[in-house]
C-alpha cells in the first residue's frame, strides 16, 4: 500500500502562486508514476500533470502547460506542483496520484492510489 498526503493549498488572487506538496509514504518502491488531478464542483477529475519517477519525464495538461511546474524528490518521496499565473478556472481539489504500471496515462481510473485531496481557490 501507498499513503499520499498533499499539503499547500490554499486561496490566492489571479495571477498569484501556489505550490501544493504530495508525500509518499509505505511501499513507495513499487511507484513508477506520480500524478496530479483537479476536480472542480459539478465537473469530472482531470488530468493536470504527471512525472515518472525513474527519468523524471514530465507531462501537462494543455490548459496549464506553461505555467504548472511538476517535480519530484526521490530521496524524500515527495512530488510538487509550481502553479504560476493562476486563473480562477484553475479553483478545483487538487488530488495526488500513484500508479504502479510503467506508462504514464492522462487518466484517472489507470492510478492505483490517491491522497485525499487540497482546495486550491483563485479568486478573480
Known amino acids: 500500500q501507498v499513503q499520499l498526503v498533499e499539503s499547500g493549498g490554499g486561496l490566492v488572487q489571479a495571477g498569484g502562486s501556489l505550490r501544493l506538496s504530495c508525500a509518499a509514504s509505505g511501499s513507495i518502491f513499487s511507484i513508477n508514476t506520480m500524478g496530479w488531478f483537479r476536480q472542480a464542483p459539478g465537473k469530472e477529475r482531470e488530468f493536470v500533470a504527471a512525472i515518472k519517477w525513474s527519468g523524471g519525464s514530465t507531462y501537462y495538461a494543455d490548459s496549464v502547460k506553461g505555467r504548472f511546474t511538476i517535480s519530484g524528490d526521490n530521496a524524500k518521496n515527495t512530488v510538487s506542483l509550481q502553479m504560476n499565473s493562476l486563473k480562477p478556472e484553475d479553483t478545483a481539489v487538487y488530488y495526488c496520484?500513484?500508479?504502479?504500471?510503467?506508462?504514464?496515462?492522462?487518466?484517472?481510473?489507470?492510478?492505483?492510489?490517491w491522497g485525499q485531496g487540497t482546495q486550491v481557490t483563485v479568486s478573480s
Open positions: 496520484a500513484a500508479r504502479r504500471g510503467s506508462r504514464w496515462y492522462a487518466n484517472a481510473g489507470q492510478y492505483d492510489y
